[in-house]
């Protein structure tokens, strides 16, 4: 838990960085603290991370993407949050190398994934065919359920005026995340499956590592 805290905080700080401090006005911000809400952070790391933001002094994180490939051709791209890009570079290039992996340029593997938004809210009260159709017109890609959650995806690009016709609509949203979803996978035998799965944890386990995303089956 202290270690999704942490990952979250890095990515308030960054978002409200860039963006501005008032969830108002900064719609990915709103989404990260209704994220670190169903996470059951405390208020007051959230006011901490804000304030992070604030500071003119603060070495700020930055996020960087890694681009490479697992044994057996897999496809990884890695989404980071740093204070020291070259201690990042050298730990994720250290993980590669101990399996077999390459470290890729930029640009190298990013075109095999598309960049998706979704939201998770519960669909008490709503017609659920009426509220695809009505939200298609604002970009969705498809609309589903899980375990009784609702979720909607969409292109990357299209998060705020998703965002924003759910909240008018309104719709209590849940948790909002950012992916890479793979436009055609790889299907291995599963002692190498396993193998790919054991770098990928690896990565994950690195304390700058926000998400890992594969082409694997």
Known sequence: MAKIFTKIVKEITICAKEGGTD?????????LIQNAKSANMPKENIKRALKKANESNMIGYKKILFEGYAPYGIALLIETATDNNNRTVANIRSYFNKFGGSLGI???VEYMFEHKCNFRFNPKGFDLEELELDLIDYGIDELFTIDGD?????????????QEKLENIPVNILSTQFERIPINTLELEESKKEEVNTLINLIEEDDDVISVFSNLK
């Open 23 to 31: 969830p108002k006005t900064n719609s990915k911000l709103r989404a």
């Open 106 to 108: 930029s640009g190298s």
């Open 150 to 162: 609702v979720y909607i995806y969409g292109p990357f690009d299209k998060f705020g005026s998703i």
